[in-house]
């Protein structure tokens, strides 16, 4: 059987989750002698090593079947490749940045200033969709002090906290687009490959559901056992236990995270007691 092989970043900021999610997936690779390639023991499953600017014209190209990366890298790049899975993790967004003391104006403050960025291609299709021409000066890293030097009059650059900004006496002006982690695959898989990528996204969907969802567990009166169904739907409907104590019942269902907090204050007042909300670790729907 060929394996398919996985493009992640060797270091930086996506490195750590993109193993992570795959060691989730239950697909283990050592890499601690920082190699190149790693074979996966109990997947069939090969990762390389590479830098995240050249993952998606190895993927193109068919040297990897699969790559991790920012969306950033993929639109910037223009590669021919299939974007298959967002992730969650690696969240940044992409904008322009002034010098503080300016007066931004709207978007047509940027007419025929100079940007400087590592992202030319993204800024380039965005000022031609609004119309307005700008100077890019394209720059391999450290944009943020390219206005405190005088190279540029503004920076287009990926921000997480804007803190970054801040040291560097610049201010948000546009937030052009966001991005985040993203799995990629070569357009032209043969069948077994297809087959072999359609269980990894399987196993990631599980993992991403699991993360999105808790398990609860509760006691109360059964004479709260309707209300209480009404609130925890659960994944077919909540499992009731009776325990010990004559009249009361001990209630196990599946919530969301995000609804978390709304659905306990519910459960409170319907008669809830003891209740338990524990991690799921996979989550097959
Ligand atoms: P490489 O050596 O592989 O080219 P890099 O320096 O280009 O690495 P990192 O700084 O590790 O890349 O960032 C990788 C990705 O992480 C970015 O392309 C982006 O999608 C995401 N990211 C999230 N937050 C940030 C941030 N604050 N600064 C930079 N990238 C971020
Ligand atoms: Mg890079």
Redesign the pocket.
């Known amino acids: 059987m060929s394996k398919l092989k996985i493009a992640v970043?060797?270091s930086?900021?996506?490195s750590e989750k993109s193993l992570a999610l795959l060691a989730d997936c239950g697909i283990k690779i050592s890499n601690g002698d920082r190699k190149l390639k790693a074979t996966a023991e109990n997947f069939p499953v090969e990762v390389l090593f590479l830098?995240?600017?050249d993952i998606p014209q190895y993927v193109e190209q068919g040297v990897a079947d699969l790559g991790i990366l920012?969306e950033?890298?993929v639109w910037e790049k223009g590669k021919d490749v299939t974007q298959l899975e967002k992730h969650g993790f690696?969240?940044?967004k992409l904008v322009l940045a002034i010098p503080k003391d300016e007066v931004y104006s709207g978007l047509t403050w940027f007419r025929d200033k100079k940007i400087a960025t590592s992202y030319p291609s993204i800024l380039r299709n965005f000022f031609k969709s609004h119309q307005i021409e700008v100077q890019i000066e394209e720059i391999g890293g450290s944009v943020e002090i390219a206005t405190g030097i005088g190279l540029a009059d503004a920076i287009f650059d990926?921000?997480?906290t804007g803190s970054t900004l801040m040291l560097n006496g610049l201010k948000e002006a546009e937030v052009v687009t966001r991005?985040e982690?993203i799995l990629i695959a070569n357009p032209n898989l043969n069948a077994e490959k297809i087959k072999t990528v359609e269980r990894l996204l399987f196993r990631i969907k599980a993992v991403r559901n699991a993360s999105a969802n808790k398990y609860i567990l509760l006691n109360a009166p059964d004479t709260a056992i309707a209300g209480i169904c009404q609130i925890l739907p659960g994944m077919k409907s909540p499992t009731i236990l009776p325990l010990a104590t004559p009249g009361w019942s001990s209630l196990h269902s599946v919530i969301r995270e995000d609804e978390f907090w709304d659905i306990i204050d519910q459960l409170k007042d319907h008669g809830a007691e003891g209740i338990l909300v524990v991690p799921i670790e996979k989550m097959i729907v």
């Open positions: 970043q060797k930086g900021r996506l830098r995240d600017d920012g950033n890298e690696a969240s940044c990926i921000v997480s991005s982690a």
